[in-house]
């Protein structure tokens, strides 16, 4: 069994929490937060600090914190020569202290506190200093992933850039359809399964041979109505940015 500590009270660190504790693979140590309330609710289930000199031995220690605390959490870990990751996606694995083993042990989906994920179809990405500490840290991606990659940093910096523009970017284009309606008394709801339809046609498609819309069709009559219609100069630069993007991709 594979004995972790977890450091850090954010969402990624609560969602590892939860499916290692439902792994008989995984023994959850101690868990950390400089914040003792945030885990308080969860010390009948697992050893609670907010001292990081009373941490226990564990295999791995995973340093599941904001990016720009990273290096000063690493830095402060009273111990040397244990194998120590984080779990960002854009952080160095040079940012964890020389003093122990360093990885990255990044799960690529987007965390929310309250909502289930299923870490079985999860991607975790992995990165090691030395290839001794790699069989261990890919053990505990097994153990709660069936999708393990090996990466360098290079490749993680550039997944996690794409990963803005999948996730994030698309969430904001939501934001702005949800606004759109709301301003007219339509229900979002109702473009739902339209939002389930396009994830789950580049399952099979490219994203180039997905592209449908007036973009591509260089529909110059609808793309006019639509900019006639939108009354926010910021949705307008929004569509406007994205229609050309598509008519240069497409060759329009």
């Known amino acids: 069994m594979i004995s972790v500590s977890i450091i850090g009270a954010g969402n990624v660190a609560n969602h590892l929490l939860k499916v290692f504790d439902k792994t008989e693979a995984v023994s959850v140590k101690q868990w950390y937060s400089r914040d003792i309330s945030k885990i308080s609710s969860f010390k009948n289930k697992v050893s609670i600090t907010d001292n990081l000199l009373e941490l226990k031995e564990a295999d791995i220690y995973i340093i599941a914190v904001s990016d720009d605390a990273i290096a000063t959490v690493s830095k402060a870990l009273p111990f040397e020569n244990r194998l120590v990751v984080h779990t960002s996606g854009s952080v160095s694995i040079y940012d964890l202290d020389k003093k122990n083993k360093r990885g990255v042990f990044y799960p690529l989906q987007t965390f929310s506190k309250d909502?289930?994920?299923?870490?079985?179809?999860?991607?975790?990405?992995?990165?090691?200093?030395?290839?001794?500490?790699?069989?261990?840290?890919?053990?505990?991606?097994?153990?709660?992933?069936?999708?393990?990659?090996?990466?360098?940093?290079?490749?993680?910096?550039?997944?996690?850039?794409?990963?803005?523009?999948?996730?994030?970017?698309?969430?904001?284009?939501?934001?702005?359809?949800?606004?759109?309606?709301?301003?007219?008394?339509?229900?979002?709801?109702?473009?739902?399964?339209?939002?389930?339809?396009?994830?789950?046609?580049?399952?099979?498609?490219?994203?180039?041979?997905?592209?449908?819309?007036?973009?591509k069709r260089n529909d110059k009559k609808t793309i006019k109505k639509h900019l006639k219609q939108l009354e926010n100069e910021h949705h307008k630069d929004i569509y406007n940015l994205l229609t050309n993007s598509i008519k240069k991709t497409h060759g329009r």
């Open 115 to 215: 909502a289930k994920v299923d870490f079985k179809n999860i991607p975790i990405c992995i990165e090691t200093i030395g290839k001794k500490n790699y069989p261990l840290l890919k053990s505990l991606a097994e153990a709660i992933s069936n999708k393990v990659y090996k990466i360098n940093p290079d490749q993680r910096k550039t997944l996690h850039l794409a990963a803005v523009f999948v996730n994030n970017f698309t969430n904001q284009l939501y934001r702005v359809a949800h606004e759109i309606t709301e301003s007219e008394g339509v229900e979002f709801d109702i473009l739902k399964p339209l939002i389930l339809e396009t994830a789950k046609k580049v399952q099979n498609l490219s994203p180039y041979m997905a592209q449908t819309g007036p973009a």
